[in-house]
Nanobody
Framework: QVQLVESGGGLVQAGGSLSLSCAAS????????MGWFRQAPGKEREFVAS???????AYADFVKGRFTISRDNAKNTVHLQMNSVKPEDTAVYYC?????????????????WGQGTQVTVSS
């Protein structure tokens, strides 16, 4: 079983930057793809970004050019660098992992989830 722990959330002003991290407890992290999702109050969980085992990335249109996902397989971590944030980026951000190498953009494709970290962007 993979345990995921997110960190780095907090309050940031619009236009600012924030970096999220996700630490995985198991070496099996290195074999599968990772993803970031978010859920705002009253809304469904939505895809943000994903990265395959080999480093191929995918992004939701609303974060392209602003957010960057990366991973460090040696440290069992994945990061989400958030730049030029907007108030509409306010949400709980979740890290997810899957045992398949290829990245995915659907929540049901992921096997393990973190507890989430709150990101609040003030205007």
């Amino acid at each position: 079983q993979v345990q995921l722990v997110e960190s780095g959330g907090g309050l940031v002003q619009a236009g600012g930057s924030l970096s999220l991290s996700c630490a995985a407890s198991s070496r099996t992290f290195s074999s599968g793809a990772m993803g970031w999702f978010r859920q705002a109050p009253g809304k469904e969980r939505e895809f943000v970004a994903s990265i395959s085992r080999s480093g191929n990335t995918a992004y939701a249109d609303f974060v392209k050019g602003r957010f960057t996902i990366s991973r460090d397989n040696a440290k069992n971590t994945v990061h989400l660098q958030m730049n030029s944030v907007k108030p509409e980026d306010t949400a709980v951000y979740y890290c997810a992992s899957r045992q398949v190498r290829l990245a995915a953009i659907t929540a049901t494709d992921y096997d393990y989830w973190g507890q989430g970290t709150q990101v609040t962007v003030s205007s």
